[in-house]
């Protein structure tokens, strides 16, 4: 089965810097690759999502890329603000498939004002 | 996309007894999920309640400990039984949307074990 592995585990930035998280995957017939955000006590909420026929995706001030032969991909997140800092998990699913979103283990990112 | 309403949205719970978490959706779906969240854990799923057929559990998770029915395209419960203390978590249900793959989750219920 799929399995997902996301780093770093914590990140902390300074407000207006940019932060990466990168995530990788096991099953190359994983073919939707999502970025979820939880706030503190919320439920996780999509933020962007990349398909693997695309190498990069962007919406203002976040983007990801996709490397398929890696089995690569990464959430980029450009002048960071306080509303930012959240959880983030990336995932990866054969969406023609199983239908099973395997998440990674998260990313708790803080930014300093 | 999708509402989804969970309830209870928190519980406090006597070890050895068991409770069920209930999930209503505002259309109908195939599919619904229930995932578990441990404190500053990740996601992780429990199984796919599937209408008009069994469940299906992900490896680590039984029927016996978490039974699932689903009664109908809009409805799912998931039953946490003989709580101990190390059920202590957020259950999610969840739904996805069969264009885009996005999952839509409820608001989510915290149990406690004491």
């Known amino acids: 089965g799929e399995n997902v592995e996301q780093h770093p585990s914590t990140l902390s930035v300074q407000e207006g810097d940019s932060a990466v998280i990168k995530c990788t995957y096991s099953?190359?017939?994983?073919?939707?690759f999502p970025w979820y955000k939880q706030e503190l006590g919320k439920r996780p909420q999509l933020i962007i999502d990349?398909?693997?026929?695309?190498g990069e995706k962007k919406d203002q001030r976040i983007a990801v890329t996709l490397n398929k032969t890696a089995k690569h991909f990464s959430l980029h997140i450009t002048e960071t603000q306080p509303e930012d800092s959240a959880v983030y998990f990336c995932a990866a699913l054969d969406y023609t498939g199983g239908f099973k979103t395997i998440f990674g283990a998260g990313t708790r990112l803080f930014v300093k004002a | 996309s999708a509402v989804i309403s969970q309830k209870p949205s928190r519980d406090i719970c006597q070890r050895g007894t068991s409770l069920t978490i209930q999930c209503q959706v505002d259309s109908q779906v195939t599919m619904m999920f229930w995932y578990r969240q441990q404190p500053g854990q990740s996601l992780t799923l429990i199984a796919t309640a599937n209408q008009g057929s069994e469940a299906t559990y992900e490896s680590g998770f039984v029927i016996d400990k978490f039974p699932i029915s689903r009664p109908n395209l809009t409805f799912s419960t998931l039953t946490v039984s003989n709580m101990s203390p190390e059920d202590s978590s957020i259950y999610l249900c969840s739904v996805q949307d069969r264009n885009t793959g996005e999952l839509f989750f409820g608001e989510g219920s915290r149990l406690t074990v004491l």
């Open positions: 099953d190359s017939a994983s073919n939707y």
């Open positions: 990349i398909r693997s026929n695309v």
